[in-house]
T-cell receptor, first 115, second 112 residues
Framework: DAGVIQSPRHEVTEMGQEVTLRCKPI?????LFWYRQTMMRGLELLIY????????DSGMPEDRFSAKMPNASFSTLKIQPSEPRDSAVYFC?????????????FGDGTRLSIL | KQEVTQIPAALSVPEGENLVLNCSFT??????LQWFRQDPGKGLTSLLL?????REQTSGRLNASLDKSSGRSTLYIAASQPGDSATYLC???????????FGKGTKLTVNP
């Protein structure tokens, strides 16, 4: 079975540009999570969806960040405009169930560098 | 606010040694605790999940324990191998939410 698929794997862009990260969750999973990982802060939850509906976006750093899940098989995380401090590895994860004892399955991440 | 701490931040051991990684959390109102492994340039792989009502879980050479009242968990790795070299992360799922709060991890190096 295919795991969580993220694209692109690497993104380098100049500050001020719009960045769009993409995620395809595991088929049949109904929860989707976006995380950001940095050396300083570790792994932080940005937002999660259940059945395509955003449930908790309290981790989204500011209005420059937005996330959508138009259907059960696709989600995007958008940064506009991007800033150098947004440089990090962004992970998408999915799981089955709602507040269940099912583990989250992670993609390989998108390494984002904002110059 | 839930905080998860992992000690030590890094650990280097010779092959074959048994070892223990530690995780502590500040709020005992958790739904479950999960241990993950992260290899360089990769995502996280789930190793063990302990439900709040459980005391331990085992998978092969790995054993994880949970003491919810004291806010502690340990991951025991038996007969370590070079292939075990990775960063190990502990995370707690808060009650009433699917939100995972992660520690910063322990970077393990097993030397041949």
């Amino acid at each position: 079975d295919a795991g969580v698929i993220q694209s692109p794997r690497h993104e380098v862009t100049e500050m001020g540009q719009e960045v769009t990260l993409r995620c395809k969750p595991i088929s049949g999973h109904n929860s989707l999570f976006w995380y950001r990982q940095t050396m300083m802060r570790g792994l932080e939850l940005l937002i999660y969806f259940n059945n395509n509906v955003p449930i908790d976006d309290s981790g989204m750093p500011e209005d420059r960040f937005s996330a959508k899940m138009p259907n059960a098989s696709f989600s995007t995380l958008k940064i506009q405009p991007s800033e150098p401090r947004d440089s990090a590895v962004y992970f998408c994860a999915s799981s089955f169930g709602t507040i269940s004892n099912q583990p989250q399955h992670f993609g390989d991440g998108t390494r984002l560098s904002i110059l | 606010k839930q905080e998860v701490t992992q000690i030590p931040a890094a650990l280097s051991v010779p092959e074959g040694e048994n070892l223990v990684l530690n995780c502590s959390f500040t709020d005992s109102a958790i739904y479950n605790l999960q241990w993950f492994r992260q290899d360089p340039g990769k995502g996280l792989t789930s190793l063990l999940l302990i439900q709040s009502s459980q005391r331990e879980q085992t998978s092969g050479r790995l054993n994880a324990s949970l003491d919810k009242s004291s806010g502690r968990s340990t991951l025991y790795i038996a007969a370590s191998q070079p292939g075990d070299s990775a960063t190990y992360l502990c995370a707690v799922m808060e009650g009433g939410s699917e939100k995972l709060v992660f520690g910063k991890g322990t970077k393990l190096t097993v030397n041949p």
